[in-house]
Protein backbone atom coordinates (compact mmCIF):
# COMPACT_ATOMS: atom_id res chain seq x y z
CA UNK A 1 0.00 0.00 0.00
CA UNK A 2 1.03 3.73 -1.20
CA UNK A 3 0.12 6.16 1.62
CA UNK A 4 1.31 9.96 0.67
CA UNK A 5 1.56 12.51 3.76
CA UNK A 6 1.48 16.18 2.90
CA UNK A 7 2.71 18.96 5.79
CA UNK A 8 3.75 22.55 5.95
CA UNK A 9 0.44 24.04 5.46
CA UNK A 10 -0.81 27.24 7.46
CA UNK A 11 -1.97 30.20 7.93
CA UNK A 12 -0.20 33.22 6.37
CA UNK A 13 -0.13 36.55 5.53
CA UNK A 14 -0.88 38.06 2.30
CA UNK A 15 2.87 38.33 0.77
CA UNK A 16 3.96 35.16 3.10
CA UNK A 17 6.13 32.12 1.95
CA UNK A 18 4.74 28.44 2.85
CA UNK A 19 6.86 25.32 2.41
CA UNK A 20 4.63 22.20 1.75
CA UNK A 21 6.19 18.61 2.12
CA UNK A 22 4.96 15.28 0.57
CA UNK A 23 6.08 12.04 2.02
CA UNK A 24 5.42 8.73 0.27
CA UNK A 25 6.03 5.39 2.14
CA UNK A 26 4.67 1.57 1.27
CA UNK A 27 5.73 -0.04 -1.75
CA UNK A 28 6.67 2.14 -4.28
CA UNK A 29 9.90 2.49 -6.18
CA UNK A 30 10.45 4.89 -8.95
CA UNK A 31 7.93 7.24 -10.20
CA UNK A 32 7.03 9.03 -13.40
CA UNK A 33 6.23 12.13 -12.24
CA UNK A 34 4.66 14.14 -9.04
CA UNK A 35 2.90 16.97 -8.88
CA UNK A 36 0.70 19.05 -6.85
CA UNK A 37 -2.95 20.14 -7.30
CA UNK A 38 -5.17 22.66 -5.05
CA UNK A 39 -8.52 22.42 -4.31
CA UNK A 40 -10.75 26.08 -3.67
CA UNK A 41 -13.80 26.06 -1.46
CA UNK A 42 -16.87 25.35 -4.07
CA UNK A 43 -14.26 24.91 -6.61
CA UNK A 44 -12.81 22.08 -9.05
CA UNK A 45 -9.64 20.41 -8.27
CA UNK A 46 -6.73 22.55 -10.05
CA UNK A 47 -3.06 21.81 -10.96
CA UNK A 48 -0.33 23.28 -9.95
CA UNK A 49 2.71 22.18 -10.61
CA UNK A 50 4.31 19.17 -12.16
CA UNK A 51 8.11 17.88 -11.56
CA UNK A 52 8.84 14.74 -13.71
CA UNK A 53 11.27 11.59 -13.23
CA UNK A 54 13.88 13.85 -15.34
CA UNK A 55 13.67 16.75 -13.38
CA UNK A 56 11.51 19.29 -15.82
CA UNK A 57 9.19 21.21 -14.01
CA UNK A 58 5.72 22.72 -14.97
CA UNK A 59 3.49 25.31 -13.80
CA UNK A 60 0.43 26.55 -13.56
CA UNK A 61 -0.05 30.44 -14.80
CA UNK A 62 -1.72 31.70 -11.85
CA UNK A 63 1.77 30.42 -9.95
CA UNK A 64 4.46 30.79 -12.34
CA UNK A 65 6.93 32.74 -11.06
CA UNK A 66 5.76 32.66 -7.46
CA UNK A 67 6.27 28.76 -6.45
CA UNK A 68 8.76 26.40 -7.17
CA UNK A 69 8.42 22.35 -7.41
CA UNK A 70 11.21 20.29 -6.51
CA UNK A 71 12.36 16.70 -5.08
CA UNK A 72 14.35 14.83 -3.18
CA UNK A 73 17.20 12.63 -4.65
CA UNK A 74 17.06 8.86 -3.93
CA UNK A 75 13.33 9.16 -2.14
CA UNK A 76 9.72 9.88 -3.12
CA UNK A 77 9.41 13.16 -1.54
CA UNK A 78 8.54 16.33 -2.88
CA UNK A 79 8.40 20.10 -1.99
CA UNK A 80 6.53 23.05 -3.16
CA UNK A 81 8.08 26.33 -2.21
CA UNK A 82 5.07 29.12 -2.11
CA UNK A 83 6.32 32.96 -1.69
CA UNK A 84 4.44 35.94 -2.56
CA UNK A 85 1.99 34.13 -1.27
CA UNK A 86 -2.07 36.30 -2.51
CA UNK A 87 -5.39 35.14 -0.90
CA UNK A 88 -6.44 33.62 -3.92
CA UNK A 89 -3.83 31.20 -3.34
CA UNK A 90 -6.43 30.10 -0.51
CA UNK A 91 -6.91 26.18 -0.92
CA UNK A 92 -6.32 22.40 -0.20
CA UNK A 93 -3.23 21.71 -1.66
CA UNK A 94 -2.94 17.89 -2.66
CA UNK A 95 0.07 15.90 -3.86
CA UNK A 96 0.05 13.06 -6.60
CA UNK A 97 2.64 10.55 -7.51
CA UNK A 98 2.22 8.79 -10.74
CA UNK A 99 3.66 5.47 -10.61
CA UNK A 100 4.05 2.30 -12.72
CA UNK A 101 1.85 0.62 -10.21
CA UNK A 102 -1.14 3.52 -10.11
CA UNK A 103 -2.20 7.47 -9.62
CA UNK A 104 -1.64 8.03 -5.82
CA UNK A 105 -3.21 10.85 -3.76
CA UNK A 106 -2.30 12.73 -0.66
CA UNK A 107 -4.71 13.72 1.96
CA UNK A 108 -4.09 17.21 1.60
CA UNK A 109 -3.13 20.54 3.32
CA UNK A 110 -4.65 23.36 3.96
CA UNK A 111 -2.98 26.70 2.95
CA UNK A 112 -4.65 30.27 3.79
CA UNK A 113 -3.76 33.43 3.15
CA UNK A 114 -4.93 36.17 4.61
CA UNK A 115 -5.42 39.60 3.13
Known amino acids: QVQLVESGGGLVQAGGSLRLSCAAS????????MAWYRQASGKQREWVATITSGGGTYYADSVKGRFTISRENGKIMMYLQMNSLEPEDTAVYYC?????????WGQGTQVTVSS
Open 96 to 104: NVNAPQGNF
Open 26 to 33: GRIFSVNG
